[in-house]
T-cell receptor
Framework: DAGITQSPRYKITETGRQVTLMCHQT?????MFWYRQDLGHGLRLIYY???????DKGEVPDGYVVSRSKTENFPLTLESATRSQTSVYFC??????????FGPGTRLTVL | AQKITQTQPGMFVQEKEAVTLDCTYD???????LFWYKQPSSGEMIFLIY??????QNATEGRYSLNFQKARKSANLVISASQLGDSAMYFC????????????FGKGTKLSVKP
C-alpha cells in the first residue's frame, strides 16, 4: 500500500545500546524528515533529507545519525542511546508542493 | 528567532459549537507557510489546513478555517460545529521559505469536546 511506514512501532532498549528506527515511503517524495515529540515541546526536527545522499541537521541532532542511500528509506540511528532520548519519533515526507505526510510514529523507551 | 506560540494548553467546547484555537508566529521572513495538524489519542499526525503568507484569502477546508491576520502574526484555527471526534491535540506549525520544508511546531492545544 502507498504511504509512509515506520518500524518498529514500539521499542524498549537500554542505555548505551545502538538503535535504528526505520522509515519507508512509497510516494517517491524527495524530502524526508525525522522529528521527536516530547511532552511540553511539541515536535522538534532532528534531521532532514532533500534527496538521496543529502542530509542536514535540524534543531536537535545531537546523538543521532541518519543516512539516505535510497529515496524511499530514511533510517535514524541512535548510536549510544540515553534516557533523554526516550520519546516518540515521527518520520515525515514531502515533495514541498503539499503538506508533510507523517508516519504513525515509533515510541522509544530507553531504560 | 522563528517561533510558534500556542498559548492555550487545553480547551473545552460544547458539541456543535464553534471553537478558535490560537496560534501566533514570529518571523521576519516575508515568505512562509502556516499549517495546522491534528493528533488524536491514537497518535497519528493529520494535516488539516494550510495558509501561505502571500495568500489573500483565509484558507478553508470543510469545517476548518484559518483566521490569518498577517499584521498581528496570528493564524488561528476555527473549527465550526464541533464534533466529539474533534477531541485531540492540535498543533500549529510554520515553514519558512527556503527552509526546505522544515516545520517549526508550537507546543499544541488539547481540545476536549463535551457532549
Amino acid at each position: 500500500d502507498a504511504g509512509i511506514t515506520q518500524s518498529p512501532r514500539y521499542k524498549i532498549t537500554e542505555t548505551g545500546r545502538q538503535v535504528t528506527l526505520m522509515c519507508h515511503q512509497t510516494w517517491s517524495h524527495s524530502y524526508m524528515f525525522w522529528y521527536r515529540q516530547d511532552l511540553g515541546h511539541g515536535l522538534r526536527l532532528i534531521y532532514y533529507s532533500a534527496a538521496a545522499d543529502i542530509t542536514d541537521k535540524g534543531e536537535v541532532p545531537d546523538g543521532y545519525v541518519v543516512s539516505r542511500s535510497k529515496t524511499e528509506n530514511f533510517p535514524l540511528t541512535l548510536e549510544s542511546a540515553t534516557r533523554s532520548q526516550t520519546s516518540v519519533y515521527f518520520c515525515a515526507s514531502s515533495d514541498l508542493a503539499t503538506e508533510q505526510f507523517f508516519g504513525p510514529g515509533t515510541r522509544l523507551t530507553v531504560l | 528567532a522563528q517561533k510558534i506560540t500556542q498559548t492555550q494548553p487545553g480547551m473545552f467546547v460544547q458539541e456543535k459549537e464553534a471553537v478558535t484555537l490560537d496560534c501566533t508566529y514570529d518571523t521576519s521572513d516575508p515568505s512562509y507557510g502556516l499549517f495546522w495538524y491534528k493528533q488524536p489519542s491514537s497518535g497519528e499526525m493529520i494535516f488539516l489546513i494550510y495558509q501561505g503568507s502571500y495568500d489573500q484569502q483565509n484558507a478553508t477546508e470543510g469545517r476548518y478555517s484559518l483566521n490569518f491576520q498577517k499584521a498581528r502574526k496570528s493564524a488561528n484555527l476555527v473549527i465550526s460545529a464541533s464534533q466529539l471526534g474533534d477531541s485531540a491535540m492540535y498543533f500549529c506549525a510554520m515553514e519558512l521559505g527556503g527552509s526546505q520544508g522544515n516545520l517549526i511546531f508550537g507546543k499544541g492545544t488539547k481540545l476536549s469536546v463535551k457532549p
